[in-house]
């Protein structure tokens, strides 16, 4: 008997029911017979849609967590060249 399941992945922000035929602990295994697994760096699959959901959110904020962070060092960055004066090229201060 067929199940959905719930996969994310590919270049898009995308949750997709997928009929499958069954599952192993981490493999997919499609109607066609065709095997995928749960967890990739393309496709991860869920048995829901709010854990496929979660999970596209959890990536999401880890992005925004990196890019945040990356933020506050070209701010300090900055900080520093707008700190720089011509006379301590000079003189080898800083």
């Not at 749960?38 to 496709?43: H, I, Q, T, V």
């Not at 959890?58 to 962070?69: K, P, T």
């Amino acid at each position: 008997m067929a199940k959905v399941m719930f996969r994310t992945g590919g270049c898009k922000i995308l949750i997709e029911p997928v009929e499958i035929e069954r599952t192993t602990e981490h493999q997919v295994v499609l109607i066609d017979g065709r095997m995928e697994s749960k967890a990739s760096g393309y496709y991860n699959w869920f048995e829901t849609f709010d854990d496929a959901k979660a999970f596209l959110v959890s990536q999401r904020n880890s992005a925004i967590e990196g890019l945040n962070y990356r933020l506050i060092v070209e701010n300090e960055e900055l900080e520093k060249v707008l700190a720089l004066v011509e006379n301590d090229l000079r003189t080898g201060e800083q």
